[in-house]
């Protein structure tokens, strides 16, 4: 009897534990109401998209091609 313990199978595609970051989605042209909210869709916007440019320059890094 033997007390071997199975191994995890590796994934078929190795950036699938690690996957590429994807672009925030820019708000459509009616989404502003150009009121001055504190919270502006297009401030938002512009804060995520900051974030994913930081994510995506290190996710690069990890994934040299």
Known sequence: M???TAQPAAPADPDAADPRPEAPEPP???DCCHSGCTWCVDTLYQDALDEYRAKL???LQRHPQ
């Open 2 to 4: 033997s007390m071997e």
């Open 28 to 30: 459509g042209p009616d």
């Open 57 to 59: 320059q290190a996710w």
